[in-house]
DNA sequence: ATCAATTAAGTTATAATATAACAGAATAGC
DNA sequence: GCTATTCTGTTATATTATAACTTAATTGAT
């Protein structure tokens, strides 16, 4: 799957789609539940490819018929952040779906400031290049936070006009 | 000045003392206003190389005879930020004192998850990196948050043991 | 199939971080 | 000194996240 999330044309009930079965079956292969209340918030997330917050989920939740407090959705954020299958925006306490999650990896994000559109790009070649500061400081690198804010594509266009 | 937080026997009385004085001297030449709950604030950040979350730092303020509520601190910190004195790290919720803060940039950081000492790093490759990738998709970098977690040098000699 | 162990979800309460809004004090520039 | 502006004090509250305990569901062994 590749990353659309400036493509505002796109067909994105296929991304829904997609994510969700990706997500079965990586959950099938790794003998992980994902549970009624997991796909759920999986699911809401990928309504858009924009960072959603925690609280906003409840609604949705409660109307679902599950329990809406807060810890109901935290758990699941957390089942799948180690999943992979989202990842966390700590720049905006927000959360996002994966393009992705078959594999670990860190998340490397351009963010929008105006329609608030977020794209996953490869980390690699950020990684690469932390990783000789980094070993200039004899630092050893466990984690990386990446997250790029700016104005995407669309934006740039409208901001002409 | 040069990054020493990861030199564990360095004359940190120093790093605060310039921190001050340079802090000073910027505001001067851009006539803004380093009040005293602002200095106090700069200079309870430069306690360490660790950043150091906003209500942390009230009980210092209440001790110093300044009224110690949320805002207050929010208001320095949010002061210092403007004038590059400070940088906000969001995956920690914690300010940190900003070497350079001579001219704008955008904060590269190494954080030690063992001894959070945090050392900042020269931006630049990193951002020429990100702004490749970002050209790519026609995005529009403006800011960045570039946050990477792990172990510094003293604390894998320490880990071995 | 039953039961014990484990994992997940419900529930209540509260912690941690951050900001809104307005009143009063200090400072700068005239 | 006066006025406009900026800064600080103060009260209240918003936002994000977790602790702790209870109940329910699922798994795996017998």
Known sequence: MDNLAFESGHDHQHCIDQALQQARQLCRERQQRLTPVRELVLKLIWQSHKPIGAYELLPALAQAGFNS??????????????????????????FVGCPHPEQAHQGCFLICRQCH???ELDAGPVHATLEKSAREMGFAIE??????????????AREGE
């Open 117 to 119: 559109s977020t794209s």
């Open 143 to 156: 984690q990386e936070t990446v997250e790029v804010t700016g104005l995407c594509p669309n934006c740039q």
């Open 69 to 94: 407090a807060p810890p109901t959705v935290y758990r699941a954020l957390e089942f799948l952040q180690e999943q992979g299958l989202v990842h966390r925006i700590a720049s905006l306490n927000a």
